[in-house]
């Protein structure tokens, strides 16, 4: 086993429902431990440039618009296979096909507003959390 860093963002679906403890609480009991966390409202040059390898879906704009339509938690998780670990307690993206007992089944309101992100990758999980954290805010 290995302990690796990933991202998860807890997204405005979420937030706005006063999930963000819940969020925790469930991430937390999977073994992750938050080592980074702070709150922000995205701007629009952010969440296009986060979500830029999405700009040629059709999906894009509406992806941006509700990014940036309340207040995230941004996120770094550690633990062991934490980015295998995050995607698991998550649940699949399309909350209908979630697991019981995952956050998008529990949370979610629908695909689109799925209550939150995580890495796909260890090299994302990298690329993602420098974009929004600096080495001296992950805290272990």
């Known amino acids: 086993m290995t302990v690796e860093l990933t991202f998860s963002i807890i997204k405005p679906d979420a937030t706005r429902r006063n999930l963000t403890g819940a969020v925790n609480q469930k991430l937390e009991a999977a073994g992750l431990r938050i080592v980074a966390q702070k709150r ?16 040629a879906r059709p999906f894009y704009a509406d992806l941006v618009k509700f990014m940036t339509s309340g207040p995230v938690v941004l996120q770094v998780l550690e633990g062991e296979n934490a980015v295998l670990k995050n995607r698991e307690v998550m649940g699949a993206t399309n909350p209908a096909n979630a697991e019981p007992g995952t956050i ?7 695909i689109e507003a799925n209550s939150v992100h995580g890495s796909d990758s260890l090299e994302n999980a ?3 959390i420098a974009f929004f954290f600096a080495e001296t805010e992950i805290v272990g």
């Open 126 to 128: 990298k690329t993602e």
């Open 40 to 55: 922000a409202h995205l701007t629009e040059a952010q969440a296009k440039a986060f979500y830029g390898v999405h700009a």
């Open 104 to 110: 998008r089944k529990e949370f979610a309101e629908s």
